[in-house]
């Protein structure tokens, strides 16, 4: 059973910078896609970001463009997230998720993953 790994995540003041890493369990894990998502209290698990592992190609959330970056290393089997300019409202648990589908798109609701890290909470203060 491969077991996906957050970490990075913390407090940090509004308009620092954070850096999400997500490492795979196993090295031959290839999935066709992995995922960010993020889900603040009381709300539902919301899409942020996802990257397609083999072409890099990336989709981002509205809410996060020109602010976070996804990027992968084929290599080590890890993904990343840079996050900067942050606000207050990025406040969440982030987690990341992977995919065997071959279905191309933005994929952005969470069903469409198979596999999911545990979460590591983001905390941005005003």
């Known amino acids: 059973q491969v077991q996906l790994v957050e970490s990075g995540g913390g407090l940090v003041q509004a308009g620092g910078s954070l850096r999400l890493s997500c490492a795979a369990s196993?090295?031959?894990?290839?999935?066709?896609?992995m995922g960010w998502f993020r889900q603040a209290p009381g709300n539902e698990r919301e899409f942020v970001a996802r990257?397609?592992?083999?072409?890099?190609?990336?989709y981002y959330a509205d809410f996060v463009k020109d602010r976070f970056t996804i990027s992968r290393d084929y290599a080590k089997n890890t993904m990343y997230l840079q996050m900067n300019s942050l606000k207050p409202e990025d406040t969440a648990v982030y987690y990341c998720?992977?995919?065997?589908?071959?279905?191309?798109?933005?994929?952005?609701?969470?069903?469409?993953?198979?596999?999911w890290g545990q979460g590591t909470q983001v905390t941005v203060s005003s």
């Open positions: 998720a992977a995919d065997f589908s071959r279905a191309g798109g933005k994929r952005s609701n969470p069903d469409e993953y198979e596999y």
């Open positions: 196993r090295s031959t894990f290839r999935p066709y896609g």
């Open positions: 990257i397609n592992f083999s072409t890099s190609r990336s």
